[in-house]
């Protein structure tokens, strides 16, 4: 299935624990459908070296909504001329 939300992109969250929240999509997983907000679903973990790390966590496709997504390039083809005589 063709994801129309991809990693760059900024979202907004429509529901859940975070709803109004927007940030930039970090990650994509396209087999279960789910994404990586930037500041969305922060999951505390704790690790005998470096102590508590807080990252994000994954949020389900349907979940978000695109916002602003980055402009397509526009590719221009030059028209040949064929000369008829």
Same mark, same amino acid.
């Given at each position: ?45 704790? /690790? ?13 496709? /349907? ?18 001329? /064929?000369? /008829?005589?």
């Amino acid at each position: 299935m063709k994801l129309k939300i991809k990693k760059g992109v900024t979202v907004e969250v429509i529901t859940g624990s975070d709803k109004g929240k927007r940030g930039e999509v970090l990650d994509v997983k396209k087999e279960t459908m789910r994404v990586r907000v930037q500041g969305v679903k922060i999951q505390t973990r704790h /690790s005998k070296k470096d102590g508590l790390l807080k990252s994000e966590g994954y949020i389900h496709y /349907s979940n978000v909504k695109l916002v602003d997504a980055p402009a397509k390039k526009k590719t221009e083809k030059k028209a040949t001329k /064929s000369k /008829s005589a």
